[in-house]
Every structure is written in C-alpha cells, then in structure tokens.
C-alpha cells in the first residue's frame, strides 16, 4: 500500500528534475551503474519483452511510494488491488446479496410499473442494474448519514440510476408502494416522486441534481472544495466528510466531467471520491467500441494527478491470474477492445471460450477445466463484485495522500434483467418485460413470487418486501444506523443568517458625491461593509473567475485574502504594494481562475451550504455578465434545482456600457436568460441605494424572519462599469418601489404641456433623466422618470395575478402592482435600456397606454459608449424623439415636431451622440 506522503504530484515543490534524470547530480553512481547493468542482464537473459516488464512495474511500483517518477500513466486491464492486498471484507455477504435482489427487483418493478398503459411514463432499468453492487457496498459500509459524529457524507448519485436508490428507500420505509407507483407523476398523482435526483423537487430527499450529465463532476469537485474550505476557515470541522460523486463512463465525454479534475489534484482533495461506472456503454452504443474507455480514463486521471482504482475483474478471475504465470491472459485483456467485451456478455459461457479465451492457445488452456456455465456465472466483472468494490472504496477513503481518487469499475449494462437486456446496444431506453423476463428475473433473483401472482397482471406486479424481522431487513437498519442515518437525506434543520442593522446599509445611501462611481463600485463597497459585520461577514464568499481588478475588487485581496489551501508558499511580486495579490489557506475569496463553470459550482456549494453544513454561507460570485447565463447556464439550473440562496453579479453588463469590447463581450440579453431560471430573482439597478435595499430585502427573502416570504431564490443583479453620478439616498425613497420593480425618479414637470412617462433601467436611467430635461426645454413635454428596478419581478407579479383571474372568475380580480402604480400615470410610456428590446418588453400587457420600447438587440460590436447608443438608437436623443413621435400617433403634437427632431439632433449621424461621455475604463 502507499505510503502517506502529503506532496501531491501538482504540487511544484519536490517536482524538480522529473523527466531529466541524467541532469539530476547523481550522489552515488557506483550504485547507479549497478542498476542500470542488472538491466542490461535482464535484457540479455529474458528478452526485452521482460525487461519492459521489469521496468513498467518497478515505475508502477515507484509510483505507489509516491516517488517522483516519469509517469505510467496506464497499467495493465486488471484490478489497481491486487487479490491478496484486499481487506477482509467486514459484511455478510449472503445477506447483501438478499438485499441487493429485493432492491433490484423493486427498482425494475417500479420502472415497469410506471409502464402501465394509462401511464406509460417510463423510467431506465439498466443502469441501475449494472451500478446495483457498486451503490450497495457504499450504502453497507461507506456513505455516512447526517447524524454521524463526523457530519456525514455527500453522495452525487447518477441521475438515471434513481429507480434503484428509491427503492432501497422502500426497503428502509422511507418511502411506501403508493410513492414508488407515483414515480415520474409529479403533478397527476399526489404520491408522485420525480423521475432524476431533483431536490426542489423532493426537498426532503435528494441532495444534488445530477442528470444533466457533466454537471454532477464538477459540482462535486467544489462540493469538496467548500467542504475544506469550511475547515480552513473555522466555520465547520469537515474533516470526515467524504464527497462520493457516481458517474457514468457515457457520461465522462462530457468536456465538463474532465474540465475540472485539475482543481481537486490542486486542491488536494482527497476527501473526494469519483465512481465511474464503466458498463462500456451509453445511450445509443458501446461508449468506444474499437478502444478502451476504462484504460482512457486511468491515464487522462493519473495524468491530471488522480488516485485511480481500477476495479475491472470479480473474484472468480482471481485463480486464473494465478495461473498466468507468462501473462497471456493479461495480454488479451489489454488488447481485446470494449466492443468485445461488450459482445461477449450479450452472448454466452461457449462464446466467451471460442472468441475471447480462444484467442490464445495459452488462455484456451486457462478454462479447460471450466464449464461454459462456470464461465459464464463464476468470471465476473469487478463492479459486481462486492469484495472487490469494498476493497476500492476502503483504499479511497483511506489512502489520504493528498489525491482525490477514482474508482473505475467494470459491469455490464443490464446487469441481471436477463439476455434481452444485458450489453444490448438498446438497453439503456428498454422498459418493458414480458411475462417470461418476469419469471426469469424473479428466479435470478429468488424473489419469492407465484408464476400465478406475476401471471395475473402483466403491469400490476408486486413489489417485494422482505418481512420486517428479516436479516435483511435488520441487517440494512443495522448499517444505516452505525453509519448515521440514511442517505441520500436532505432534512436539515435551515441554518439563520441574521440580516445586519441598520448601520451596515448607510454606505448605499450616501451618494458619490463629486466622484463619478460605477454600480459595480458602488456594489462592491457595500460588500465590503457587509463582511465587516462581527456575525455574519464571515459568512460572505466571494467568488471571482479572474476579474477581480476589473471590478475593483482587488482592494479586498490584502484584508480578506485569497483562499488557497497551500497558502501562499513564493514571494510575492506585489508583496510592497497597498494591494498586495495575497494567498492564505484561510481566505475568504474563492478566486477560480478564468474557469466560470467552477465558479458557477462553489456558488452552489457555497449557496447550498445553510443547508449541506448548517453552516449559512452566503456567495457573492461577480462575473463579466456575458460569460455568466450565457456561458453556464445549466450550472445556474442545477443551483436553482438544488436550492442555491446568494448573489450572483453580471458585471460589465449592458450592450454598450463595456465600450470597445466587441461582439462576444457585449451583452444586451443576460436579464432573458437568467429569466429562464425560475430560481432567480432579477434586478438592474441605476444606483447605489438601490442596490443598498434590494440586496437587504434578498437576504429578507433567503434568511430572514417573516416564514411568508422566505424563498430559496438567488439575486441576480447585473451592473456596470460606467462612472456616474451616484445620488444620495432621496428622502423617503419609495423603498416598495425599488423592490416590487420600479419608483419614480423624476415627477412630471408643473406646467401645461403634453405629457409622457419615462422608463429606464441601471444605466440607461442617466441618459433618460437628461431626455426629461430636453423634452422639456426644447420642446414643452413634460415627462417623469421610472427607475425600473426589476422587469421581471413586475411581470411575475402581473402573471400571478392573470392567472388567478383566470381561474378565479368570480373572485374580486387582483389587479397587478404594476397596474395599481401605474393608474395615474399620464401616457404614452416609452423605455430604454441597455438590453434588448424583451427586457423592457416583458411588462409590456399590463402599460395602462401606448408602449414604446427601444432596445440594444443584435450582435454587439466595439465603439465608443455614446456611438454605440446612438447605433442603436437607444440614447438621450432617441428617446426624446420616441416619445415625440408617440405624442404624434396620440394627436397630442404635431408629426413635424418628430421630424424637426431628428433633424435637431442629427438623429441618423452615429458621431453625434453623447449619452455616456463620463468616459471610464471598459
Ligand atoms: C447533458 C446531457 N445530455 C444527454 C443526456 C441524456 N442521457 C441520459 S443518460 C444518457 C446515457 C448515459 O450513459 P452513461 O453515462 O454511460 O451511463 P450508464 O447509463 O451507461 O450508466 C444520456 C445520453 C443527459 N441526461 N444529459
Ligand atoms: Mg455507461
């Protein structure tokens, strides 16, 4: 076994001189020549295919004591433990194996079930079966539940697999019949259970959506990440929690399920264990026919600094590896590619003889002594072996030096369901069974039932439960009880984050006054005096993908410091600056490199941690707005899915306000795709204050004390980098306003003349106040001005209330809040923003008059903020001219005005615009 050594392979110190042995000083090369002359000897003696021999497995061994070595990064198709370095196994291995068949025949009868003609839903039968042992073994002895004394486990389960984990949870009597039958009838049947691992949508349960694949790794890898993150920084002791994230080898193609294995080789997180399981096939066929998907993935591991186990042959194999004294049987297994193996278990124990044993004269001579059925029944893969899977996961929780680790096992898709099913290239989406695979499958797995009990419905099978004092039955609560209750388990008492006073927010208030400071800024200091709070600044996390300078937050970087686990262990080359770049192990800025997609994941883990850990961690993950939803918008589902509470910032938001970035950095949509996401809550504010209320009214809603509006939402506030002029806090600011979604800013003028409303969000809203002025002075319409803090809030708000009229006809209509706000209001409205015309357009059904919008659509490109805006004609100007042009269409001026307009102010000339001349850098 290895050796506990903390340097792990990524680390540099230690590192020097790999690969370069012969520039290395050599302290004693009597001793070297007398290895490399034994080697000579081998060479001369046994052959080079010997020698290579010798040397692979000298480097695998030096590997193993974790020296500094050229890597191997492949080993032979065999088990990474070999037989005789296996532990005793600690379980009853008859009575798991009773277990698992009730489990498994429970899982296939609540997919079939879920069958039944005026349901038809379906469900996925064979991946379950081919994960069945690997998920026991963990459920016996390894995946620890909430309650025990180090905190428990965190277990990503494959998404697919679900059908099995819910029926062991029957077993346990968590769940009943009538739950298994409501599997995938979420709204049709009162007992309905969702199809995959959805924790909005079985919050009780399920802890982490896994089935878009790709996303399970990495939110995995920054599950563990936080978990130390917690430990560094005295918030949790973590230290016996282990992250299990179960994956499938389909599932690995995905670039997100490698994107990230660097970071857990970085991080050292050998508290993190993937399981993949290798059944060599995915939805459509063999996952790579012509190669070796197990053999891709050891070394693509190994090379990124991985612990790999791989668990590839049962027990049965073990006498036939004794025997292969020359290695032929090694041989084949190397070289025989998926596609085979995956043939040969579709076929039969003859088949297995004649095409693979056959091959070689030496490995026919192997099975002599076997029957076809021995063959076929006694040479397992190692993922249906329980031994062998107990003695993979006890090295992975116990190895600790400093690698995360992977467990590779070998099955077979299907496992069980009999021939139609196992290694079919269609098993994945098969769910049906004959009454003949039924009687088959109740005799594989000795599930006591009658031909007439399974006879009398094709659909109506029994489940099976086992009786209540059964071994089984004892011996599972047994288990679950030593390891600390039962998983997965989401209950969890919600950790409080008391909302700080009044003091906190004064920073909002204040106003810029003769500085000229961005939202961002502005943002960003009132994030400073949040974590300045004694209870709960601890608790901020902020998250940055390498931007931290753009948006000022380097300023935090010497008090708040950036988490590494290593510290900081070079010298520094800012190290005499005020602004020191400063690394610590106790940190509290999770700064990820430019990788949004593990940023998006610590803002789940983070976001997720009230209720993972009790522990109340808020993420503020600041990021260029166009690389966000854009960019990881499935990462941002899944949080939403798993109940994420925080803050996420769209910085540099706005199609125009990045002035000179260009095509993919402008963004005039992030507000529409974070609006697909039913978890967040969308604000774009124009100044400081507002932000200083809508980010105390979000930690209302995540965390404070009225039970009615508490929610599981995150913010997402888009803000800008553009220097303006930051108001103080007006006096008895409409606070309803800023959060409901808008407040005037501006009263229509006394006088006479025709009247308009103008609206605008974040940055726009400058520009728009100055179209006020301009309407007014040069040409008499009075107009007022609408901060539109949120778009969505009021069109979620208008919705709800059209739908309740809708099913509620004879109830007193609720009337919407925009409606109610707007009664007033002197038409025609026009808004501008700096997003498409959607954003403003999402309130358009409930504008009590004409509605004009101007929008940023398109591409974006690179210009000056004010030539961009008049491009688009969304500017000062333009507005003015729109709401002219609607007083026009009403009668209320003459149509000549608009033309004189736009001849006033050259309209069409893309160089005579000015909004946004405040300059500040992109
Ligand atoms: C991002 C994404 N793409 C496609 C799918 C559809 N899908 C579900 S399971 C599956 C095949 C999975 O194969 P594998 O990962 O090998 O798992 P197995 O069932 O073989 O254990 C696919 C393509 C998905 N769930 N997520
Ligand atoms: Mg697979």
Redesign the pocket.
């Known amino acids: 076994m290895r050796e506990n050594k903390s340097v792990n392979s990524n680390d540099i110190t230690g590192r020097q001189g790999i690969g370069l042995p012969s520039h290395a000083n050599d302290v004693d090369p009597e001793e070297t020549r007398e290895w490399l002359e034994s080697l000579d000897a081998v060479v001369a003696n046994g052959g080079a295919e010997r020698a290579s021999h010798i040397v692979g497995n000298l480097l695998t061994h030096a590997r193993e004591r974790d020296l500094d070595v050229p890597s191997v990064e492949n080993t032979d198709y065999v088990n990474t433990i070999a037989a005789k370095d296996e532990p005793e196994y600690p379980g009853d291995l008859e009575i798991e194996k009773s277990i698992r068949r009730a489990v498994r025949w429970n899982a296939a009868m609540q997919v079939h079930r879920a069958q039944r003609p005026e349901i038809g839903v379906g469900g996925?039968l064979?991946?379950y079966a081919?994960?069945s042992t690997v998920y026991e073994v963990g459920f016996n002895h390894f995946f620890r539940g909430r309650e025990h004394r180090g905190g428990g486990d965190q277990v990503f389960f494959?998404?697919?697999?679900s059908p099995g984990i819910y029926s062991r949870a029957f077993l346990m009597g968590r769940l009943s019949e009538q739950d298994l039958d409501g599997f995938r009838q979420e709204k049709s049947n009162p007992r309905g259970i969702p199809s995959?691992p959805h924790p909005r949508a079985m919050p009780e349960f399920w802890q982490f959506p896994t089935?878009?694949?790709?996303?399970g790794p990495v939110n995995a890898i920054e599950q563990a990440s936080i978990n130390r993150y917690l430990h560094s920084r005295g918030l949790k002791d973590t230290s016996e929690q282990h992250v299990w994230a179960f994956?499938?080898?389909?599932?690995?193609?995905?670039v997100e399920s490698r994107g990230a294995l660097h970071i857990a080789a970085n991080e050292q997180l050998d508290n993190l264990t993937f399981v993949v399981?290798?059944?060599?096939?995915?939805?459509?066929g063999p996952?790579r026919g012509n190669g070796k998907i197990i053999q891709e993935l050891e070394a693509q591991f190994r090379g990124a600094g991985w612990n790999v186990v791989k668990v590839v042959w049962g027990e049965g194999w073990d006498k036939l590896f004794a025997a292969d004294t020359d290695g032929a049987l090694v041989d084949l297994m190397n070289t025989t590619p998926d596609g085979d193996f995956q043939t040969f278990r579709a076929e039969s124990g003859g088949f297995i003889r004649d095409n693979f044993f056959g091959r070689d004269p030496r490995t026919k001579a192997l099975v002599e002594d076997m029957s076809d059925a021995d063959i076929w029944w006694g040479l397992k893969r190692g993922g249906h072996d329980p031994k062998k899977i107990y003695a993979a996961f006890k090295h992975a929780t116990t190895v600790k030096n400093g690698k995360p680790t992977v467990i590779l096992v070998h099955?077979i898709?299907g496992y069980v369901l009999g021939k139609k099913f196992a290694g079919r290239n269609a098993t994945?989406q098969m769910k049906k069974f004959t009454i003949d695979d039924l009687k088959q499958l109740r005799d594989t797995l000795h599930i006591p039932f009658t031909d007439q009990q399974l006879e009398a419905d094709l659909y109506d099978q029994p489940y099976y439960m086992p009786a209540e004092d059964s071994p089984e039955m004892q011996y599972m609560r047994e288990r679950r009880a030593e390891l600390g209750g039962v998983v997965p388990d989401n209950r969890h008492k919600k950790a409080t984050f008391t909302v700080p006073g009044e003091k906190t927010w004064a920073v909002a208030k204040r106003g810029s006054g003769k500085q000229e400071v961005a939202t961002t800024m502005a943002l960003v200091r009132l994030l400073k005096d949040l974590m300045r709070d004694k209870e709960t600044g601890k608790y901020w996390v902020p998250i940055i993908p390498d931007e931290a300078r753009t948006f000022g937050l380097d300023a935090m970087f010497p008090t708040a410091k950036i988490y590494n686990p290593k510290g900081q262990n070079y010298l520094s080359v800012d190290r005499d600056l005020l602004l020191a770049y400063k690394e610590s192990a106790q940190g509290q800025i999770k700064h990820m490199g430019i990788n949004e997609i593990s940023s998006t994941a610590a803002f789940t883990a983070a976001g997720t941690s009230y209720s993972t850990h009790e522990v109340p961690l808020v993420p503020f993950y600041i990021f260029y707005s166009m690389f966000g939803f854009q960019r990881t918008g499935?990462f941002f589902y899944a949080a939403g899915d798993q109940m994420a509470k925080g803050f996420v910032i769209g910085a540099t938001a706005g199609k125009t306000t990045l002035a000179g970035e260009g095509l993919q950095h402008m963004d005039g949509h992030s507000p529409l795709l974070a609006y697909t996401n039913p978890a967040a809550i969308i604000y774009d504010p124009a100044y400081g204050y507002e932000i200083g209320h809508i980010v105390r009214d979000g930690l209302q809603r995540m965390y404070g004390d009225n039970e009615e509006r508490l929610q599981e939402v995150f913010y997402y506030l888009t803000v800008y980098n553009e220097p303006i002029h930051q108001p103080v806090e007006p006096e008895n600011v409409d606070v309803e306003g800023i959060i409901k979604g808008m407040y005037k800013v501006d009263e229509v003028q006394e006088g006479d003349g025709p009247v308009a409303q103008l609206m605008a969000s974040g940055v726009a809203v400058p520009w728009t106040r100055e179209a006020r002025d301009l309407l007014y002075k040069d040409w008499g319409v009075r107009s007022a001005v609408w901060s539109v803090t949120s778009w969505s809030e009021m069109r979620n708000d208008a919705l709800a209330a059209d739908k309740h009229n809708f099913l509620h006809p004879e109830e007193e209509p609720k009337t919407p809040w925009m409606v109610e706000k707007l009664k007033d209001a002197e038409g025609p409205f026009v808004a501008t923003t700096d997003f498409d015309y959607l954003v403003p357009d999402m309130i358009r059904p409930w504008i009590p008059n004409d509605y004009a919008v101007l929008g940023a659509e398109g591409w974006g490109f690179s210009d000056t903020r004010a030539a961009g805006r008049r491009y688009l004609h969304i500017d000062r100007e333009s507005l003015v001219v729109r709401a002219l042009k609607s007083l026009a269409d009403q009668g209320k001026i003459d149509r000549s005005v608009v033309k004189q307009a736009i001849d006033k102010y050259d309209l069409l000339n893309v160089n005579a615009g000015s909004s946004g001349m405040a300059g500040g850098d992109a």
Do not use: F, P, W
């Not at 994956?247 to 995905?254: I, V, Y």
């Not at 399981?277 to 459509?284: A, T």
């Open positions: 996925h064979s991946s081919s994960i494959q998404g697919h697999a995959y089935v878009s694949m790709g996303i994956l499938g080898d389909g599932e690995m193609d995905e399981n290798c059944n060599l096939q995915r939805l459509d996952v099955t898709k994945h499935d």
